[in-house]
């Protein structure tokens, strides 16, 4: 780690995570979570180009909160949930985003149909609703 440059405090959270679930060692915890060492090493060191220091993907970020069971919101915000926040502590995956997003477009969609549907259904219950207003009307 650079100790000229201060680490993001995103990357801070993640060496910590580091230094308390594997003691620092940064390949048993790359290995643990399915990731490589040298993908969690970069976060520690700034990039000698701009001496910024890269940015976790979603994917390494999901991949901690699943692999060492904490919260995405505690890795990207540092904020720590209660217990009684359950839905805020259970680690999502990228894939489980990704079918959240895809399920409200499809019931967004099936909305839209049901709407449109039912302006017909109204329609139609109005144009035989003066059917028989008619048909009453001329008896």
Same mark, same amino acid.
């Given at each position: 780690?650079?100790?000229?440059?201060?680490?993001?405090?995103?990357?801070?959270?993640?060496?910590?995570?580091?230094?308390?679930?594997?003691?620092?060692?940064?390949?048993?915890?790359?290995?643990?979570?399915?990731?490589?060492?040298?993908?969690?090493?970069?976060?520690?060191?700034? #990039?000698?180009? !701009? *001496?910024? @220091?890269?940015?976790?993907?979603? %994917?390494?970020?999901?991949? +901690?909160? $699943?692999?060492?069971?904490?919260?995405?919101?505690?890795?990207?915000?540092?904020?720590?949930?209660?217990?009684?926040?359950?839905?805020?502590?259970?680690?999502?995956?990228?894939?489980?985003?990704?079918?959240l997003l895809e399920?409200?477009?499809?019931? #967004?969609?099936? !909305? *839209?149909? @049901?709407?449109?549907?039912?302006? %017909?259904?109204?329609?139609? +219950?109005? $144009?035989?609703?003066?059917?028989?207003?008619?048909?009453?009307?001329n008896k």
């Amino acid at each position: 780690m650079d100790k000229n440059v201060e680490l993001p405090p995103i990357n801070e959270r993640i060496h910590r995570l580091v230094l308390e679930k594997t003691g620092g060692n940064v390949s048993k915890f790359a290995s643990h979570i399915g990731s490589s060492p040298q993908k969690i090493q970069r976060l520690f060191s700034p #990039d000698p180009r !701009n *001496k910024k @220091y890269p940015e976790p993907s979603l %994917e390494v970020v999901s991949a +901690i909160a $699943q692999g060492y069971n904490v919260s995405i919101d505690y890795i990207v915000n540092g904020i720590n949930t209660s217990e009684t926040d359950l839905i805020n502590t259970i680690p999502i995956g990228v894939d489980a985003i990704e079918f959240l997003l895809e399920e409200m477009k499809r019931k #967004d969609v099936l !909305n *839209k149909e @049901y709407r449109k549907t039912n302006e %017909e259904l109204r329609k139609r +219950i109005d $144009q035989l609703t003066d059917m028989l207003l008619e048909y009453y009307k001329n008896k």
